[in-house]
């Protein structure tokens, strides 16, 4: 079964730094790989995600994901945080089952932007 | 185009009560997905649906019930609700089994 590890549970960057959330998985196969993003009280929303190819992902608002698979990575960059990207970033694996992808979801991270 | 919709938004139940909560897509997405999330947890798949008429399991489908009888609806319902179901719902799409999941806005759930 896939899993995956997010292994910073809360982050804190100043408006301007540079930014990357850690996410490894465990996955027997080739895996699809996603990052989300969830605003409090809303649902989530997908910045990219990695299925074959290139290994350097760019997704929206900034953000890119390196696909590493010697280190069962796939790390979320961005290289100036703005205060709006506060929020809770979810990293998961997705696996075919017949035609349906399942997908198992880290348990987060979230970030704290400071002014 | 109001993509994915979650009905209600909130809901208190007591044990043992039933309740069923809506999810509705207008992107005419073939799949369906029902997941929960717990405090400090990632979301877990509790069913998901390829099409109208098929239903299968997740990770976690105890106490839960599933149909899809059009493409665009498609209700969890909790028959007892218990306290272990306490948890934040959420509801996703997707045109192809390995196409981008849009996720609804979610439904949170207490029971007492």
């Known amino acids: 079964a896939q899993s995956v590890t997010q292994p910073d549970i809360h982050i804190t960057v100043s408006e301007g730094a540079s930014l990357e959330l850690r996410c490894n998985y465990s996955?027997?196969?080739?895996?699809?790989l996603f990052w989300y993003v969830q605003s409090p009280g809303q649902g989530l929303q997908l910045l990219l995600k990695?299925?074959?190819?290139?290994?350097l992902v760019q997704g929206i608002k900034g953000f890119e994901a390196e696909f590493k698979r010697s280190q069962s990575s796939f790390n979320l960059r961005k290289p100036s945080v703005h205060w709006s990207d506060a929020a809770e970033y979810f990293c998961?694996?997705?696996?075919?089952?017949?035609?349906?992808?399942?997908?198992?979801f880290g348990t987060g991270t979230r970030l704290q932007v400071t002014l | 185009n109001a993509g994915v919709t979650q009905t209600p938004k909130f809901r208190i139940l007591k044990i043992g009560q039933s309740m069923t909560l809506q999810c509705t897509q207008d992107?005419?997405?073939?799949?369906m997905y029902w997941y929960r999330q717990d405090p400090g947890m990632g979301l877990k798949l509790i069913y998901y649906?390829?099409?109208?008429?098929?239903?299968d399991k997740g990770e976690v489908p105890n106490g839960y019930n599933v149909s899809r009888s059009t493409t665009e609806d498609f209700p969890l319902r909790l028959e007892l609700a218990a306290p272990s179901q306490t948890s934040v719902y959420f509801c996703a799409s997707s045109h192809g089994g390995t196409d981008t999941q849009y996720f609804g806005p979610g439904t949170r759930l207490t029971v007492l």
């Open positions: 990695y299925f074959s190819g290139d290994t």
């Open positions: 996955y027997g196969a080739t895996p699809y």
């Open positions: 649906s390829v099409g109208a008429g098929i239903t």
């Open positions: 998961a694996v997705g696996a075919l089952t017949g035609t349906a992808s399942k997908l198992t």
């Open positions: 992107m005419n997405h073939n799949y």
